[in-house]
């Protein structure tokens, strides 16, 4: 049973920094892509990173290049997300989410998820 889950969220002011987690179980890590989406209230599921499952290749969303990062350590089946520079409307609920090799970009397309980490930044 493939089980992703989601830690570190919290509430940060505007220009703050958190470190997002996801511990996966259950399915060869190595051997997926691995994704972060968020969902903030009222709206759908964005794509927000993505990684490759050797880490060579990343993929942001525009909104967020430059202030995020995305990395994994396949040794620990750990997936990570540095979220720097945050403003208001990063506020929402962050997934972790996985369904094979390919770097995927519409929620939809990907099977696997966690129950999400709620990240809220205040102005």
């Known amino acids: 049973q493939v089980e992703l889950v989601e830690s570190g969220g919290g509430w940060v002011q505007a220009g703050g920094s958190l470190r997002l987690s996801c511990a996966a179980s259950?399915?060869?890590?190595?051997?997926?892509?691995m994704h972060w989406f968020r969902q903030a209230p009222g709206k759908e599921r964005e794509f927000v990173a993505a990684?490759?499952?050797?880490?060579?290749?990343?993929d942001y969303a525009d909104s967020v290049k430059g202030r995020f990062t995305i990395s994994r350590d396949n040794a620990k089946n750990m997936v990570y997300l540095q979220m720097n520079s945050l403003k208001p409307e990063d506020t929402a609920v962050y997934y972790c989410?996985?369904?094979?090799?390919?770097?995927?970009?519409?929620?939809?397309?990907?099977?696997?998820w966690g129950k999400g980490t709620l990240v809220t930044v205040s102005s």
């Open positions: 259950g399915l060869t890590f190595s051997v997926y892509a």
């Open positions: 990684i490759t499952r050797n880490g060579g290749s990343t």
């Open positions: 989410a996985a369904r094979g090799t390919l770097i995927l970009r519409t929620a939809g397309q990907l099977n696997y």
